[in-house]
T-cell receptor, first 115, second 112 residues
Framework: GAVVSQHPSWVICKSGTSVKIECRSL??????MFWYRQFPKQSLMLMAT?????????EQGVEKDKFLINHASLTLSTLTVTSAHPEDSSFYIC???????????FGPGTRLTVT | TQLLEQSPQFLSIQEGENLTVYCNSS?????LQWYRQEPGEGPVLLVT?????EVKKLKRLTFQFGDARKDSSLHITAAQPGDTGLYLC????????????FGKGTTLSVSS
């Protein structure tokens, strides 16, 4: 149980274009989803917290207009990187949790490369 | 600000050796999770500890939560090359719906 999927697993896009990443909880309803960014051999950097039906809460320093998050249902959250630049290239990981336990279950990640 | 100090940051050992990874904080956590992550993949939950002094075992891995719920350790006995990866500790906050606080991770390399 507690499976989270992400799509796509990797994407290459040109500078200036937008990219959408989907995060789905497959076998449970996620009250909260989280989006992280990770650089090589480093820990996870929280970007935003997303609750179903409400606006995402962004961490300090994360541009909300650049990283658009939509949490339309209890099983789906999307992250759209708008007007992508090479410095946005990174490994993006989502996680989901259901109410009660603090465990977060992670998706497999999406490798974004902006050329 | 709650912080989790994880050590060591890097560890390179031979197969068969034992090792311990530590997570320390000045803050109390509602729970403590340990994750393992392989390159190019998302973190996988290994264990959750919630009670002060709690010890959990997962095959050759032993996890302990400090009595005051401020620290935790992960001990691996007779490490194997398959144990290689990034180990992350994460503390749960008391506020509902909030994200875990992650340590900086320990990169473990076990050579045969």
């Amino acid at each position: 149980g507690a499976v989270v999927s992400q799509h796509p697993s990797w994407v290459i896009c040109k500078s200036g274009t937008s990219v959408k990443i989907e995060c789905r909880s497959l076998d449970f309803q996620a009250t909260t989803m989280f989006w992280y960014r990770q650089f090589p051999k480093q820990s996870l950097m929280l970007m935003a917290t997303s609750n179903e039906g409400s606006k995402a809460t962004y961490e300090q320093g994360v541009e909300k207009d650049k990283f658009l998050i939509n949490h339309a249902s209890l099983t789906l959250s999307t992250l759209t990187v708008t007007s992508a630049h090479p410095e946005d290239s990174s490994f993006y990981i989502c996680s989901a949790r259901f109410s009660g336990p603090a465990e977060q279950y992670f998706g497999p990640g999406t490798r974004l490369t902006v050329t | 600000t709650q912080l989790l100090e994880q050590s060591p940051q890097f560890l390179s050992i031979q197969e068969g050796e034992n090792l311990t990874v530590y997570c320390n904080s000045s803050s109390v956590f509602s729970s403590l999770q340990w994750y393992r992550q392989e390159p190019g993949e998302g973190p996988v939950l290994l264990v959750t500890v919630v009670t002060g002094g709690e010890v959990k075992k997962l095959k050759r891995l032993t996890f302990q939560f400090g009595d005051a719920r401020k620290d935790s350790s992960l001990h691996i006995t007779a490490a194997q090359p398959g144990d290689t990866g990034l180990y992350l500790c994460a503390g749960g906050r008391f506020e509902a719906g909030t994200a875990l606080i992650f340590g900086k991770g320990t990169t473990l390399s076990v050579s045969s």
